[in-house]
């Protein structure tokens, strides 16, 4: 396993890497170029200027989080195969400047959703928050204006105002994709670009869906152990993997995640670990990583990616904004560096107890 963080990027991340250096037990780096839309080809140099930024700070670059998939290609439309091409020449380019893991996303329109993006705890902390019956009462195109409005002036993953502006036009696109057909577009994208990555060795690692159930009327195909299950039968390549998302797939009380990262084995490539308070069906909050600020027991979850024998990035996930901390909703340095730091933890003690 290697502890990694997620880093935008200097022009868009409050955290610099000098700070990321100094997280004891942290090496890696998991970044993207996010100034990219979806669809465009990554150029080799880009990719090269990244990887020379962060390995000049000292750190390894991990992996990508992510490549956007562009929406013809998921709704299936016409023009998808010279999307599919433009994947395929990034995944190229990234293969040649020695990168091999690739999250990405199929969830339509929005990558996640939440009512709230600094629910103000007990302790004076805040996160982000989802209640389902919040968002019932709102349209998509105000939900972008309200997390917009709180996102302390970062562009929010997955939320950009070029892409929300379409917003009317893309649920019209998606009309007619229903889970089935989305997840069929899904397996059409997998097999096309299998073949690169065997040739460079680019481990694809799909994230669960956030929330894990539908959202706004749109398909979603990635809640649960079933739907992970088989889509990695659909294609079944060691390259066609996940990422284990805990707090995504644990937004819905009835994934076990020990159980679903132990039927997982060999096909986990990265792992995002945190931690989630549930509070009734639809409606959760986010937590610290700590297994007796949330619902989940990260011991076993730990002990779980342990058993498998998963070797792969792992970085702690939203954290909590604490100390005064000004920063992209969910990605402060503080509550990640303390997250890394337990999580490490848990490793060592997995470790240790196994020799
Ligand atoms: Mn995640």
């Known amino acids: 396993m290697e502890m990694t963080l997620r880093w935008y990027g200097k022009d868009f991340d409050s955290v610099t890497l000098e700070q990321i250096r100094q997280i004891p037990g942290v090496t890696g780096v998991i970044t993207t170029l996010y100034d990219t839309k979806p669809g465009e080809v990554w150029s080799r140099e880009r990719i090269k200027k990244m990887k020379e930024e962060v390995e000049g700070a000292g750190l390894h670059l991990s992996g990508i989080e992510s490549v956007n ?3 013809a290609i998921k ?12 994947y395929i020449e990034t995944l190229e380019n990234l293969g040649k400047e020695d990168i091999h893991l690739v999250c990405y996303n199929f969830m339509p329109v ?24 919040k ?11 309200s997390l917009d409005s709180k996102s302390n002036g970062f562009i929010l993953p997955g939320w950009e105002p070029e892409r929300m502006e379409r917003i009317k036009e893309l649920f019209e696109m998606y009309k007619d994709v229903d889970d089935e057909k989305l997840f069929e577009n899904l397996i059409y994208f997998l097999e096309r670009i299998m073949p690169v990555c065997e040739k460079y060795n680019i481990y694809m690692a799909i994230h669960p869906d956030d929330p894990a159930w539908p959202v ?4 979603r195909i990635i809640t649960n152990k079933e739907n992970l299950l088989r889509m990695l039968h659909a294609v079944d390549n060691k390259y066609n993997g996940v990422t284990l998302c805990t707090g995504s797939l644990g937004s819905n009380p009835n994934n076990n995640i020990p159980e679903i990262i132990r039927a997982l084995k060999g096909r986990i490539h990265f792992a995002h670990v945190r931690n989630v308070v549930y509070l009734g069906e639809g409606k959760f909050d986010e937590a610290a990583h700590l297994s007796s600020d949330g619902s989940l027991d990260m011991y076993e979850i730990m002990k779980a990616l342990h058993d498998i024998g998963f070797d792969g990035p792992i970085r702690p996930d939203h954290g909590r904004m604490i ?3 000004v920063a992209m909703p969910g990605y402060g340095l503080y509550d990640r560096a303390l997250g890394a730091t337990y999580l490490n933890g848990l490793w060592e003690a997995l470790e240790k107890q196994n020799k």
């Not at 709704?75 to 433009?86: A, L, Q, V």
């Not at 990558?111 to 389902?132: F, I, M």
């Open 69 to 71: 998939i562009h929406d």
């Open 75 to 86: 709704i299936g439309s016409k023009d998808r195969d010279t999307y599919i091409d433009n």
């Open 323 to 325: 100390w005064g901390e």
């Open 216 to 219: 706004f009327g749109l398909p």
């Open 135 to 145: 968002v019932d009462l709102i349209q998509p195109e105000a939900m972008f204006e």
């Open 110 to 133: 929005f990558d996640w959703t939440r009512s709230d993006l600094a629910k103000e705890r007990p302790d004076g902390s805040t996160v982000l928050s989802y209640d389902q019956s």
